[in-house]
């Protein structure tokens, strides 16, 4: 079986809430039916919604039609984007899941929704069980955005690790361990004061 056979792909739609209605009125009757039953009717989103609805025509089958719909305040409403990854699949009946966007949205939004979507999640190290992302996917021209906030994403979730590890496991060597890391991945000068040094420097 090919790969892209292996996969059940997930369309990503982001729709600006103040063109909510516009859209719903847009789609078929089923779907408006299906939206509405789930507090996304024309008339706009029920906050219970979350503003976040995945659609899907027999999603374990991998056939029909799947959907992730979004709802955002603006373009640059990162929390919307985050919705959506908490709602996002990793797997469905022993299939990985992506979920696509499209490219044409341009560079700027597509490195928000990425960059939204991947702070979902932290990442606690100090945690046995792993902390899986559904995958996000973009075509063409917007790779370049996608990149930008991937790596934006992973900075951000590199100190909130910092932050957030427990006392125990993120001393001053551990500390020392992550800065030389950084250093060495990114090409950066580093340096520990420490001993004698410290002692005669330390106001």
């Known amino acids: ?22 859209y719903v009125r847009g789609l078929s009757p089923w779907k408006r039916e299906w939206l509405s039953l789930r507090g996304g009717g024309e008339g ?35 929390w919307g984007w985050s919705r959506a990854s908490l709602r996002g699949v990793t797997s469905e009946g022993g299939r990985s899941v992506v979920h696509e966007l499209s490219d044409d949205l341009g560079s700027d939004v597509v490195e928000r929704a990425f960059l939204g979507w991947h702070l979902a999640r932290k990442f606690p190290h100090w945690k046995s ?10 075509g063409g021209g917007g790779q370049v955005g996608a990149d930008r906030g991937s790596f934006l994403a992973r900075v951000l979730n590199g100190a909130r690790y910092l932050i957030d590890a427990p006392s125990e496991s993120m001393g001053p060597l551990e500390m020392e361990g992550v800065m030389k ?12 004061v420490e001993g004698e040094e410290l002692e005669e420097g330390f106001p």
């Open 1 to 22: 079986m090919k790969e892209e056979e292996m996969e059940v792909r997930v369309k990503v739609t982001p729709v600006l809430r103040q063109e909510w209605s516009r």
């Open 44 to 78: 706009g989103c029920d906050k219970g919604s979350g503003g976040v609805f995945l659609y899907s025509e027999s999603l374990s089958g991998g056939a029909g039609e799947h959907e992730l719909i979004v709802v955002l305040e603006d373009w640059d409403d990162l």
């Open 129 to 138: 069980e792993e902390v899986r992302v559904p995958e996000l996917r973009v």
């Open 181 to 192: 890391d950084l250093a060495d991945r990114y090409g950066a000068s580093f340096r520990v």
